[in-house]
């Protein structure tokens, strides 16, 4: 097919100059989709720390709350880095909804030529469609709530909000979805920019062992905050702190109460 009937099919025979926009949103979709990919890679590390026990999931939680450097919890620090990727969440999505069916004409059109084709790259499309429109909503929510009550993280905040607040069901279903996207969504833009530069059948397969690593850990890891919420369910509230850390605090305690009265002497 020449240049010229790709541009006249696409409706631009007509139009006067290059608008350079449209591969600049692309660039940006690319980009942020990237960023978020890589970061979920980092996330779903750093939250299944406490597959290693309740005290490494604590030391994560306060590294990011600046208490090794500041000496106390600043809670706001979370905060920060949450509205940073939410900001590149809703620019993500919004760029991403330039692509979406906008009735249900065209979503029955895009179904139809789907399963008529039988194309492999083309039904992952429509599941990253499927899966973006879940986590418009799932991931809204998780960021609200990362945003609002930061200092609710923790082994005992985390796994109470997923047994004593019932969201298991919600975190099993996000994590399904956001591994089926990110995993279609690095494949996608890696045969898209060529980079890297491999067959398809061998990025295909690297896109199905990541989702399968990303999804096994996840499981787990969900696996494992349901169990110590499940036991902590009787002190639902309460926060994690180390043995270590109380000894210490006790001693603090002992050390600055002032001296007790010689055992014998009266008022
Ligand atoms: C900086 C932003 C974020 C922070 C601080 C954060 C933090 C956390 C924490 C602490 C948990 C453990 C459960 C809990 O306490 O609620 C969790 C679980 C999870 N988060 Fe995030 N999250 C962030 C962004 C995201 C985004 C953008 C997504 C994408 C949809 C996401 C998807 C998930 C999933 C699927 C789980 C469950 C993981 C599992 O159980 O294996 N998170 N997150």
Not at 116 to 135: K, P
Request: proline share 4%.
């Amino acid at each position: 097919m020449s240049y010229e009937t790709i541009v006249a099919q696409a409706g631009l025979a007509d139009r006067i100059g290059k608008n350079r926009w449209p591969a600049r949103l692309d660039i940006l979709q690319s980009s942020t989709g990237l960023f978020l990919a890589l970061f979920m890679w980092g996330h779903m590390f750093f939250v299944a720390s406490i597959l290693l026990g309740a005290t490494p999931m604590w030391v994560i939680t306060k590294f990011f709350e600046g208490y090794f450097i500041f000496g106390a919890s600043h809670y706001w620090l979370v905060s920060c880095v949450v509205a940073f990727v939410a900001v590149v969440f809703v620019l993500h999505a919004g760029l991403a909804v330039r692509k979406f069916p906008i009735n249900y004409r065209q979503l029955r059109t895009i179904r139809a030529h789907a399963a008529e084709m039988r194309h492999e790259d083309t039904t992952l499309w429509t599941w990253q469609v499927y899966t973006g429109f879940l986590l418009f909503f799932f991931a809204s929510a998780h960021l609200y709530q990362m945003l609002v009550w930061p200092e609710k993280i923790g082994p005992y905040g985390s796994a109470d909000r997923m047994w004593s607040d019932g969201l298991w069901p919600f975190y099993l279903t996000m994590l399904l979805a956001v591994e089926l996207h990110g995993g279609i969504g690095l494949y996608r833009l890696a045969v898209k920019w060529g980079w890297p530069d491999a067959p398809r059948e061998v990025l295909k397969k690297l896109k199905w062992a990541l989702t399968a690593f990303f999804l096994v850990l996840g499981l787990a890891t969900l696996g494992a905050y349901v169990k110590i919420g499940y036991e902590h369910r009787d002190h639902y509230g309460e926060r994690y702190t180390p043995s270590w850390l109380v000894d210490q605090q006790q001693n603090n305690d002992a050390a600055a109460a002032p001296q007790a009265a010689p055992s014998g002497e009266t008022k």
